[in-house]
C-alpha cells in the first residue's frame, strides 16, 4: 500500500534584480514568517531537528526500527495486525508489507535494499526471522537452528545480528549471508544475550546479569568485548551503531532515557523527543548522524533525528504552507 505526500524539493526565483528591490517586503514577510515558527520551523533548536513518523494506516502506532540513507524501516500497528512499513524520507511515502500471508510482520534493520525482520504465522505464537530484497521482493527464511524464535534486528554487508530463543534462554547470533552460517553468542556470565545493532565487524547489545542490563560493544574480526555504559542509569541498552556513533537507552530505578555515545570524544549525551511523554524517547538504529526510534504519548510513534543538520527537517505540511506563502510572493513580484 502506497501512501503519497506532496513535497516541495527545490525552489528557484530569477527576477530582475529591480523587481526583486520593490518586492522586498512580501519576501521579507514570508522570511518572518519562517522564524517566527509559522510553518513548525524553529531553525537552529534541537526540536526542529525532530521528524515525527507515522504510517497513515497505523491507527494504533508507528515505530520505528531501522535506517539506511533516506529509507526507514519499522513497524505499523493496524487494525489488521502489525505490518512492516519502507518509509521514503525525501518522497515522504510509506509502503506497507506483510511476509507470507503472516498475522504480524515486524521490519526491524535495513541496509541498502536488504530488510530484515520477523514474522509470526496465522494461530502460532511463534516468529521466524526474514530478509527481504526490496528490489527483487525475495524473501529469505533466517531461523536459527537452536532457537524456536527468531529475530533479526540489524544488518551490516554480509553479516545480519539478533536473537534467538527457545525454553531455557535466550542468545544472541550473528549470521553470515555469505556462508549462510550462524555463530551464536550465549553470554559467557548470564546465558542472556541480546545483539541489536551492527557496522561492519562492530556489533553492539547488552546482556543480562541479575535482572539488570549491561551494555558492551563487540569487535567480530578481533573478538573483543567494551563495556558501554552510559553515567545517567544503572542499566545501559545499546541497540543501534554506525561508525563512532551509539545509540540506546539507560534506565534508573524509576525513569529511562535515550543516549547517543561518541566513541571518539568517550561521551555520552541525551537524545529526547520535545513531542513524546518525558522519558520515553527510545532511540533505536542510527546511520551516519541520523537517528530513528519511537516516542510515546497515547501511543508509539516513530521519529526522525538528525544531530548533523541543524536547521532540522520540517513537517511535509510545513513545507507545502512554506510553498502557498512564497507562491504568493511570486505572484507579487510577476504584477510588480
Not at 509470526?120 to 532457537?147: C, K, Q, R
Not at 554480509?158 to 547470533?173: C, E, K, S, W
Not at 546511520?287 to 543538520?309: C, E, I, P
Request: hydrophobic fraction near 35%.
Amino acid at each position: 500500500m502506497l501512501y503519497a505526500a506532496s513535497s516541495l524539493t527545490k525552489l528557484q526565483v530569477l527576477a530582475p534584480k529591480q523587481t526583486i528591490a520593490n518586492s522586498l517586503p512580501c519576501i521579507r514577510l514570508v522570511i518572518l514568517l519562517l522564524l517566527s515558527g509559522a510553518f513548525g520551523i524553529s531553525s537552529g533548536t534541537a526540536n526542529a531537528q525532530f521528524l515525527t513518523i507515522n504510517d497513515p494506516s497505523g491507527f494504533n502506532g508507528t515505530s520505528a526500527f531501522g535506517i539506511s540513507g533516506n529509507t526507514v524501516v519499522g513497524r505499523s500497528e493496524t487494525t489488521s495486525g502489525d505490518r512492516g512499513f519502507l518509509y521514503n524520507v525525501p518522497a515522504n511515502t510509506f509502503t506497507d508489507f506483510n511476509i507470507g500471508g503472516a498475522t504480524n510482520t515486524e521490519a526491524f534493520g535495513i541496509d541498502g535494499n536488504i530488510v530484515v525482520g520477523a514474522h509470526d504465522l496465522p494461530s502460532i505464537s511463534i516468529f521466524y526471522g526474514y530478509m527481504y530484497n526490496t528490489t527483487t521482493s525475495a524473501v529469505t527464511p533466517i531461523n536459527d537452528p537452536l532457537g524456536t524464535d527468531t529475530l533479526p534486528y540489524g544488518i551490516s554487508g554480509h553479516y545480519i545480528v539478533g536473537d534467538y530463543g527457545n525454553l531455557i534462554a535466550t542468545d544472541g547470533f550473528i549470521y553470515d549471508i555469505a556462508t549462510a552460517s550462524f555463530v551464536d553468542f550465549p553470554n559467557p556470565v548470564s546465558g542472556q544475550t541480546f545483539l541489536f545493532g551492527i557496522s561492519g565487524n562492530e556489533v553492539v547489545g547488552y546482556d543480562n546479569v541479575g535482572g539488570l542490563s549491561n551494555g558492551f560493544l563487540y569487535n567480530i574480526a578481533s573478538d573483543t568485548f567494551t563495556p558501554l555504559t552510559d553515567p545517567m542509569g544503572n542499566q545501559t541498552e545499546p541497540t543501534g551503531i554506525s561508525g563512532n556513533y551509539v545509540v540506546g537507552q539507560y534506565f534508573t530505578t524509576n525513569s529511562e532515557g535515550g543516549f547517543l555515545y561518541d566513541m571518539a570524544t568517550n561521551s555520552y549525551s541525551n537524545i529526547t523527543d520535545p513531542s513524546g511523554m518525558p522519558g520515553y524517547t527510545d532511540p533505536w538504529a542510527i546511520d551516519d548522524t541520523a537517528v530513528v526510534g519511537t516516542y510515546y504519548t497515547s501511543q508509539f510513534n516513530g521519529f526522525l533525528y538528525n544531530f548533523g543538520s541543524p536547521a532540522g527537517v520540517p513537517e511535509p505540511g510545513a513545507i507545502v504552507l512554506l510553498a502557498t506563502a512564497l507562491a504568493a510572493g511570486l505572484g507579487t513580484i510577476r504584477r510588480r
